[in-house]
């Protein structure tokens, strides 16, 4: 019944999502409504539901030009779950503009293998990672996806091997004009940024820690699926899952060693598994199966937003 509902890629089912969406932001949001007094504030709130609603779809964007997933519109839904996992991320603007940067990044490298524009692509890619880096200084790591991109496709150019270099170089150019402007204090800033912290004990009740475990068991069932399956799906895609697989793994790299340790980093994964999770739900498998994966993986995302209101 719920998979038949996504099994298309139709308005009515994009439409449904961004209600989804809509309805649980407000939901979080009118928690404390001291801030529709102040018009800022309400700037910043309609900033955090547009870059949240630009980032499912450009995720949506990503697996349907590329052809990672059939005609249906699953991976947005999916993306919908992962965000309900952890309420606080509806609140945490640096970290959401972060994701949409390096969302925006492997656009560019996923289509990195038309082999048209590659040079381009590289560049693009990453500056836009270097962008994302000023919001959430750790992002920076998605450089490595990169330069994973280059040895599949376009290793042999030594000038793509550079091109990365000169995006960093055009971002530091950007960043220090924009702390002249601001009167950013450039070193206490990348003192503040440049700590690394492996500890795992930020949790405020033990809501926090059970959406953690169960988001956890999730990731790994998909994961693991995705491994199990890889060798079965076209040869042409190979490349595309493998770089999502990486970008999965640098996003927990990311909430791993991060200082301001939260749940929220692991916003960073949610693209990733998203496309993941489709790749398993449009499985050849048993009808009962399906339903039985997307029922506890709703039941999952309900349970944990609500528990950490």
Same mark, same amino acid.
């Given at each position: 019944?719920?998979?038949?509902?996504?099994?298309?890629?139709?308005?009515?089912?994009?439409?449904?999502?961004?209600?989804?969406?809509?309805?649980?932001?407000?939901?979080?949001?009118?928690?404390?409504?001291?801030?529709?007094?102040?018009g800022?504030?309400?700037?910043?709130?309609?900033?955090?539901?547009?870059f949240?609603?630009?980032?499912?779809?450009?995720?949506?964007?990503?697996?349907?030009?590329?052809?990672?997933?059939?005609?249906?519109?699953?991976?947005i839904?999916?993306?919908?779950?992962?965000?309900?996992f952890?309420?606080?991320?509806?609140?945490?603007?640096?970290?959401?503009?972060?994701?949409?940067?390096?969302?925006l990044?492997?656009?560019?490298?996923?289509?990195?293998?038309?082999?048209?524009?590659?040079?381009?692509? =590289? /560049?693009?890619?990453?500056l836009?990672? %270097? #962008?994302?880096?000023? $919001?959430?200084?750790? !992002?920076?790591?998605?450089?490595? +996806?990169?330069?994973?991109?280059?040895?599949?496709?376009?290793?042999?150019?030594?000038?793509?091997?550079i091109?990365?270099?000169?995006?960093?170089?055009?971002?530091?150019?950007?960043?220090?004009l924009?702390?002249?402007?601001?009167?950013?204090?450039?070193?206490?800033?990348?003192?503040?940024?440049?700590?690394?912290?492996?500890k795992?004990?930020?949790?405020?009740?033990?809501?926090?820690?059970?959406?953690?475990? =169960? /988001?956890?068991?999730?990731?790994l069932? %998909? #994961?693991?699926?995705? $491994?199990?399956?890889? !060798?079965?799906?076209?040869?042409? +895609?190979?490349?595309?899952?493998?770089?999502?697989?990486?970008?999965?793994?640098?996003?927990?790299?990311i909430?791993?060693?991060?200082?301001?340790?939260?749940?929220?980093?692991?916003?960073?994964?949610?693209?990733?598994?998203?496309?993941?999770?489709t790749?398993?739900i449009?499985?050849?498998?048993?009808?009962?199966?399906?339903?039985?994966?997307?029922?506890?993986?709703?039941?999952?995302?309900?349970?944990?937003?609500?528990?950490?209101?």
């Amino acid at each position: 019944m719920i998979t038949s509902v996504f099994k298309k890629s139709t308005p009515l089912n994009y439409i449904l999502v961004v209600f989804l969406i809509l309805v649980f932001f407000l939901i979080y949001q009118f928690q404390d409504l001291s801030w529709m007094n102040m018009g800022v504030m309400i700037f910043h709130r309609v900033g955090l539901i547009t870059f949240l609603l630009a980032s499912v779809f450009i995720t949506n964007f990503v697996v349907k030009k590329n052809g990672l997933s059939k005609d249906s519109s699953y991976t947005i839904f999916f993306y919908f779950l992962f965000l309900i996992f952890f309420p606080s991320v509806l609140d945490n603007l640096n970290l959401i503009l972060a994701n949409f940067f390096i969302l925006l990044a492997l656009r560019r490298l996923i289509s990195l293998q038309s082999l048209k524009a590659s040079k381009e692509k =590289i /560049f693009d890619a990453s500056l836009w990672i %270097f #962008v994302a880096a000023l $919001f959430h200084f750790w !992002s920076i790591l998605y450089i490595v +996806l990169v330069f994973i991109s280059i040895i599949f496709h376009v290793s042999r150019d030594y000038r793509n091997w550079i091109l990365p270099f000169i995006a960093l170089f055009t971002a530091t150019i950007i960043f220090m004009l924009f702390s002249i402007f601001f009167g950013i204090d450039v070193v206490n800033y990348i003192t503040k940024s440049v700590t690394v912290n492996f500890k795992i004990d930020y949790f405020v009740n033990n809501y926090q820690n059970g959406a953690l475990s =169960i /988001f956890v068991s999730i990731a790994l069932f %998909f #994961v693991v699926s995705m $491994f199990a399956t890889l !060798s079965n799906r076209p040869l042409l +895609l190979h490349t595309s899952f493998k770089k999502i697989i990486a970008c999965f793994f640098i996003g927990v790299v990311i909430f791993l060693i991060s200082s301001n340790k939260s749940n929220d980093l692991l916003i960073f994964t949610f693209a990733p598994l998203s496309i993941m999770a489709t790749a398993h739900i449009e499985l050849a498998q048993q009808k009962l199966k399906q339903e039985l994966v997307l029922g506890i993986f709703i039941l999952c995302s309900l349970f944990a937003f609500f528990s950490q209101l």
